[in-house]
């Protein structure tokens, strides 16, 4: 497995140059760029759009462009300079990266503990009242944007008399040291972002492991072991849901790059610090350092999940094997 997983990582790296190039070409294919905004000012002089040209480096060819930004990635770690924000790009990330990170784990952890035993149920009892309700409420909800989800919970805490529904904190708490006090008010702004968010996950997820375990079910193995007298629950969690389990496990790494790119709709509804509005506003501005930095990381958490995926399925299912 160990050297499996090391030319799974020498194999990412052709495969990074190569996306890089590619983002690198699909942001300079935009119209305009950054300088449009001093060349329609009346105030700017020609000469000072000049100046900030040399200054920026946006002088040179499209490939010393490349060049340059690809030696300061991989001999410094410098991801470039925001021409919006004036700093450095990885300073940017780092300060959105915690939130992203901590909201997307926490909303995938919520999400499989209630769409496993959703899809598990709606698969035993497929006739039954329940599984009927469940199976129609999952379909609203993956008809259901994320956005407008995130608009009726803020008309419904308005209505009900809340005031602070937008962001994680209440505006005592923003910049305030950490204390039970700030814990409780991020507890109570974390519900909203987490339905919003999660609510279209948990649909998706409880009909792919409804689908796997009405095939595993039906599979001769399964009727063997019931065959061979063995009881309801072992055969339930022993044999079907374990295997029925294991195409959601493969396609739990395509989940990474929402990190960034999956709810920019609803983060900038709900007024989230996570990346996602980042690169929505980068994209606007046309701040190329910053856009080309966040689609890289995304491809990057897309190989990254791939590999831990395969990883997980091999553990998980003793007939996978890699090498």
């Not at 470039?80 to 300073?91: A, D, I, L, Q, T």
């Not at 959601?248 to 990190?259: C, F, H, R, V």
Request: charged share 10%; net charge neutral.
């Amino acid at each position: 497995m160990l050297s499996y997983v090391l030319r799974r990582i020498l194999g990412m790296v052709p495969t990074l140059l190569l996306i890089s190039v590619v983002c690198f070409t699909v942001i300079q294919l935009q119209p305009g760029s950054f300088l449009d905004q001093y060349l329609e000012d009346p105030r700017v002089t020609k000469e000072t759009v000049e100046t900030i040209t040399r200054q920026l480096g946006l002088d040179q060819p499209l490939w010393v462009q490349y060049l340059t930004w690809m030696k300061g990635i991989v001999t410094q770690g410098d991801f470039g300079y925001s021409f919006v924000n004036g700093r450095p790009v990885s300073s940017l990330i780092w300060e959105r990266l915690g939130w992203t990170v901590f909201l997307a784990v926490l909303t995938l952890i919520v999400s499989w503990a209630i769409a496993i035993p959703l899809g598990i149920y709606t698969a035993i009892n497929r006739y039954g009242v329940g599984a009927t309700i469940t199976n129609f409420l999952g379909y609203i909800s993956l008809a259901t944007p994320d956005f407008l989800v995130a608009l009726l919970l803020i008309a419904l805490v308005l209505n009900t008399g809340g005031t602070n529904v937008g962001g994680l904190f209440s505006p005592e708490y923003i910049g305030a040291p950490w204390s039970w006090a700030k814990v409780g008010d991020l507890l109570g702004h974390l519900w909203i972002p987490m339905i919003a968010i999660g609510l279209e996950g948990v649909a998706g997820l409880m009909r792919q492991m409804r689908a796997s375990m009405l095939d595993v079910i039906g599979q001769d193995y399964v009727r063997t072991a019931r065959a061979k007298g063995l009881a309801g629950q072992a055969v339930l969690w022993r044999h079907a849901v374990r295997n029925a389990v294991n195409p959601l496990i493969s396609l739990a790494g395509l989940s990474l790059p929402s990190l960034i790119s999956g709810t920019i709709i609803a983060s900038i509804v709900l007024n989230l610090p996570t990346i996602g509005p980042f690169l929505y506003d980068s994209l606007l501005n046309k701040d190329q350092y910053v856009a080309m930095t966040l689609l890289l990381f995304s491809a990057l958490l897309l190989l990254i999940g791939n590999l831990l995926s395969d990883v997980a399925l091999a553990w998980a299912d003793p007939r996978v094997r890699f090498e």
